[in-house]
């Protein structure tokens, strides 16, 4: 564990904390991609099925159980509990476009031919791509609330500060992860545009709008 | 275990 890591993981708390506050706060979940947070439950549950036979530290069994069930709860807030606040008819993206070519990279690309890799393989792709539903529809309504923002800034950081995290490794430990390399960037390089509306316009205080 | 950090991230 360094500190890149662990501030990485810190972010991605802070992020699902953001969210729970902003549905719960405002009684609504407008301005959320249902689509992106169920392929994150789809993500977690993939990734995390390794908590039955891979023990690692009691931190990081933690936070696998912590983020299956903040992302199952969204899902039951979202579905049954706001739901009247979800439109659906601007959260179209279609997520097969994004689940076949995922299960596709994972069968090529994986540390061992087998179930439990190929699934692992399979959730770390799939995390790089799981929010362009949500990218999609902030596109389509070019707006979106502050701490809807706040929300997007908070995930985003997550994997951009785990890019430090395998600098630092790769020199101290000498270890290099190339699935989980090449996704995070990708994953990161999806939150450029976000990032640069997000700290030229939310911090200055203005409001989120993209330019039509 | 073919994963070279052993899958020990989150």
């Known amino acids: 564990m360094n500190i890149f890591r662990f501030l990485g993981d810190l972010s991605h708390l802070a992020s699902i904390f953001i969210l729970l506050h902003k549905i719960q706060t405002t009684r609504s979940c407008r301005g959320i991609s249902f689509r992106t947070q169920a392929l994150y439950v789809v993500v977690f549950i993939a990734r995390y099925l390794d908590l039955f036979f891979r023990y690692v530290s009691l931190y990081n069994s933690a936070m696998k159980l912590f983020f299956i069930a903040s992302s199952c709860y969204i899902l039951y807030l979202m579905k049954i509990r706001y739901r009247p606040t979800h439109d659906p008819s601007i959260d179209t993206f279609r997520v097969e476009y994004l689940l076949a070519p995922c299960l596709i990279l994972a069968l090529i690309f994986n540390y061992k031919f087998n179930f439990a890799e190929v699934l692992w393989s399979f959730s770390i792709w799939l995390e790089a791509v799981a929010i362009l539903p949500q990218l999609f529809m902030l596109q389509r309504t070019g707006e979106a609330e502050n701490i809807t923002t706040h929300y997007l800034a908070a995930l985003g950081a997550y994997r951009a500060l785990y890019i430090p995290n395998w600098i630092y490794r790769y020199f101290t430990e000498g270890l290099v992860d190339p699935i989980a390399v090449t996704a995070g960037i990708v994953q990161t390089g999806l939150y450029l545009d976000f990032f640069y509306v997000y700290f030229t316009k939310v911090l200055q205080g203005q409001k989120f709008e993209l330019p039509a | ?10």
Do not use: N, V, Y
């Not at chain 2, 275990?1 to 989150?10: R, S, Y």
């Open chain 2, 1 to 10: 275990e073919g994963a070279p950090t052993g899958h020990d991230e989150l």
